[in-house]
């Protein structure tokens, strides 16, 4: 494929006000700030980013992504019925001139500026279609449970598939070699803008229905996605308790 020579690449963060647990989460307060100020002002800090969009479904949410005025960072109106932030993401950048797109999750409020500087790298580079992280699960308890996706991926850091359940399985006690083996999906992905609007034309395929899980859709037609190794799992926010959390991190961090 023909590299990349110049780039323009946009950061959309989804931002819906329906949360089951946590109704209204972008305007969640956290150290006097609301939720989506606070990921906005983390993401403008990433050096690659040519534009911040927040995609929301909730004029609430877009005025206040207007009275916080952080620089580079607008909201723009999507519908309330889509069935994934990537197709949210997809309606937003309709009619921006972009050669990438990077999905920040909204709910990620220490989110890593480096992190996206390395995703935007990646994309730019011509070589992947997407590209994502992942971290190592240290602990039984994750590697175990439902809600944490697990990823598989290759010497080329390429995405083999992606599960709820324990993959790849050990099959015998006692195999050597195994630490750093199980690795844990991070949310966020940057997309080519033109493989973007290639993925939410598709319908949704058999695994992903099953798991639950809209990169599955991606692997099905054969997209090329790169798994980028952090340290770092993050700290989303989905229960008044994760707020508390993040509220501990950001004083902890001298930035509360």
């Not at 809600?147 to 598989?152: D, H, W």
Request: charged content about 25%; hydrophobic content about 45%.
């Amino acid at each position: 494929m023909t590299k990349i020579k110049t780039s323009r690449v946009l950061g959309v963060i989804p931002a819906r006000w329906a949360s089951s647990r946590l109704p209204g989460k972008p305007l969640a307060m956290i150290a006097g700030k609301p939720m989506i100020q606070r990921v906005a002002e983390r993401v403008v800090q990433a050096k690659s980013l040519d534009a911040v969009l927040v995609a929301t479904d909730d004029r609430r949410i877009a005025d206040a992504v207007a009275s916080f005025a952080v620089p580079g960072v607008k909201a723009v109106m999507t519908r309330a019925d889509h069935p994934s932030g990537t197709d949210r993401i997809a309606e937003a950048m309709a009619g921006v001139s972009c050669d990438a797109v990077i999905n920040i999750q909204g709910d990620e409020p220490l989110m890593d500026p480096e992190l996206i500087d390395r995703l935007a790298a990646v994309i730019t580079s011509g070589e992947w279609d997407m590209a994502t992280a992942a971290a190592p699960i240290t602990n039984q308890a994750d590697l175990n449970s439902s809600a944490v996706v697990k990823v598989v991926f290759g010497r080329t850091g390429q995405a083999l598939y992606f599960s709820r359940a324990v993959i790849p399985h050990v099959r015998d006690a006692g195999t050597p070699d195994v630490a750093n083996t199980h690795w844990r999906h991070i949310g966020v992905y940057a997309y080519r803008c033109d493989y973007l609007l290639k993925l939410v034309a598709e319908p949704p395929c058999r695994l992903e229905n099953m798991e639950k899980l809209e990169q599955l859709r991606a692997l099905y037609i054969g997209c090329r996605m790169n798994v980028l190794q952090v340290d770092d799992v993050g700290v989303g926010v989905d229960t008044p308790e994760d707020i508390i959390k993040i509220e501990k991190r950001l004083k902890e961090l001298g930035d509360d």
